[in-house]
Protein backbone atom coordinates (compact mmCIF):
# COMPACT_ATOMS: atom_id res chain seq x y z
CA UNK A 1 0.00 0.00 0.00
CA UNK A 2 1.59 3.56 -0.33
CA UNK A 3 0.19 6.65 1.08
CA UNK A 4 0.94 10.21 -0.61
CA UNK A 5 0.68 12.89 1.41
CA UNK A 6 2.24 16.77 1.89
CA UNK A 7 -0.41 18.58 -0.89
CA UNK A 8 -1.75 21.33 -0.71
CA UNK A 9 -2.07 25.29 -1.17
CA UNK A 10 1.11 26.91 -2.45
CA UNK A 11 1.43 30.52 -4.24
CA UNK A 12 3.67 30.46 -7.71
CA UNK A 13 7.31 30.53 -6.95
CA UNK A 14 7.19 28.45 -3.76
CA UNK A 15 7.73 25.00 -2.48
CA UNK A 16 6.11 21.98 -1.50
CA UNK A 17 7.28 18.74 -0.76
CA UNK A 18 5.57 15.70 -1.36
CA UNK A 19 5.86 12.04 0.79
CA UNK A 20 4.41 8.51 -0.48
CA UNK A 21 5.50 6.43 2.20
CA UNK A 22 4.62 2.18 1.35
CA UNK A 23 3.33 -0.32 3.99
CA UNK A 24 2.33 -3.75 3.98
CA UNK A 25 5.51 -4.63 2.19
CA UNK A 26 8.90 -3.63 1.23
CA UNK A 27 9.29 -1.59 -2.10
CA UNK A 28 12.81 -1.61 -2.44
CA UNK A 29 12.77 -3.68 -5.25
CA UNK A 30 10.50 -1.43 -7.62
CA UNK A 31 10.93 1.68 -9.50
CA UNK A 32 9.17 4.31 -7.69
CA UNK A 33 7.66 7.22 -10.19
CA UNK A 34 5.24 9.88 -9.07
CA UNK A 35 2.16 11.20 -11.93
CA UNK A 36 -0.33 14.20 -11.86
CA UNK A 37 -3.31 14.40 -13.21
CA UNK A 38 -4.23 17.91 -13.53
CA UNK A 39 -8.88 18.35 -14.04
CA UNK A 40 -9.88 17.76 -17.72
CA UNK A 41 -6.46 15.86 -18.22
CA UNK A 42 -5.06 12.59 -18.61
CA UNK A 43 -2.46 11.25 -15.95
CA UNK A 44 1.00 12.14 -16.41
CA UNK A 45 4.43 10.69 -15.56
CA UNK A 46 6.90 13.02 -14.90
CA UNK A 47 9.49 11.47 -12.89
CA UNK A 48 10.79 8.64 -11.23
CA UNK A 49 13.76 6.88 -9.50
CA UNK A 50 15.44 3.32 -9.98
CA UNK A 51 15.79 0.77 -7.18
CA UNK A 52 19.11 0.37 -7.33
CA UNK A 53 21.45 2.75 -8.12
CA UNK A 54 19.19 5.79 -7.77
CA UNK A 55 19.11 7.23 -11.16
CA UNK A 56 16.48 9.58 -11.73
CA UNK A 57 14.68 10.85 -14.75
CA UNK A 58 12.30 13.57 -14.91
CA UNK A 59 9.97 15.33 -18.07
CA UNK A 60 11.35 18.68 -19.20
CA UNK A 61 8.02 20.40 -17.71
CA UNK A 62 9.56 19.17 -14.07
CA UNK A 63 13.17 19.25 -14.69
CA UNK A 64 15.49 21.56 -12.66
CA UNK A 65 12.27 22.33 -10.43
CA UNK A 66 11.22 18.80 -8.66
CA UNK A 67 13.88 16.58 -7.17
CA UNK A 68 12.93 12.53 -6.21
CA UNK A 69 14.29 10.90 -3.76
CA UNK A 70 13.85 7.46 -2.00
CA UNK A 71 14.51 6.39 1.82
CA UNK A 72 14.88 2.66 1.65
CA UNK A 73 15.23 2.23 5.63
CA UNK A 74 11.73 4.62 5.91
CA UNK A 75 10.44 3.00 2.65
CA UNK A 76 9.44 6.21 1.53
CA UNK A 77 9.79 8.15 -1.81
CA UNK A 78 9.46 12.00 -1.74
CA UNK A 79 9.47 14.81 -3.94
CA UNK A 80 10.66 18.16 -3.95
CA UNK A 81 8.53 20.61 -6.09
CA UNK A 82 10.39 24.49 -6.61
CA UNK A 83 9.54 27.45 -8.49
CA UNK A 84 5.60 25.94 -9.08
CA UNK A 85 3.84 26.80 -11.38
CA UNK A 86 0.15 27.11 -11.62
CA UNK A 87 0.29 24.67 -14.21
CA UNK A 88 1.39 22.43 -11.54
CA UNK A 89 -1.76 22.19 -10.13
CA UNK A 90 -2.73 18.77 -10.20
CA UNK A 91 -3.52 15.47 -8.12
CA UNK A 92 -0.42 14.10 -7.38
CA UNK A 93 0.16 10.44 -7.40
CA UNK A 94 2.41 7.79 -6.63
CA UNK A 95 3.17 4.64 -8.32
CA UNK A 96 5.37 1.66 -7.94
CA UNK A 97 6.19 -0.38 -10.86
CA UNK A 98 9.07 -2.30 -12.44
CA UNK A 99 10.21 0.21 -15.23
CA UNK A 100 10.40 4.21 -15.41
CA UNK A 101 7.87 4.63 -18.13
CA UNK A 102 4.55 6.80 -18.28
CA UNK A 103 2.65 4.21 -19.54
CA UNK A 104 -0.34 3.98 -16.64
CA UNK A 105 -1.06 0.75 -16.98
CA UNK A 106 2.08 -0.78 -16.14
CA UNK A 107 2.51 0.11 -12.81
CA UNK A 108 1.89 -2.48 -10.08
CA UNK A 109 0.92 0.04 -7.15
CA UNK A 110 -0.86 3.26 -6.64
CA UNK A 111 -0.81 5.87 -3.47
CA UNK A 112 -4.65 7.63 -3.42
CA UNK A 113 -3.29 11.11 -4.51
CA UNK A 114 -2.65 14.40 -2.69
CA UNK A 115 -3.79 17.57 -4.23
CA UNK A 116 -1.40 20.08 -5.42
CA UNK A 117 -2.54 23.69 -6.34
CA UNK A 118 -0.46 26.35 -7.10
CA UNK A 119 -2.18 29.83 -7.15
CA UNK A 120 -1.08 32.39 -9.37
Known amino acids: QLQASGGGLVQAGGSLGLACAAS????????MGWFRQAPGKEREGFSC????????LNADSVKDRFTITRDFDKNTVYLQMNSLKPEDTAVYYC???????????????WGQGTLVTVSS
Open 49 to 56: ISARDGRT
Open 24 to 31: GRTFSSYV
Open 95 to 109: AAGAMCTTKVDEWFY
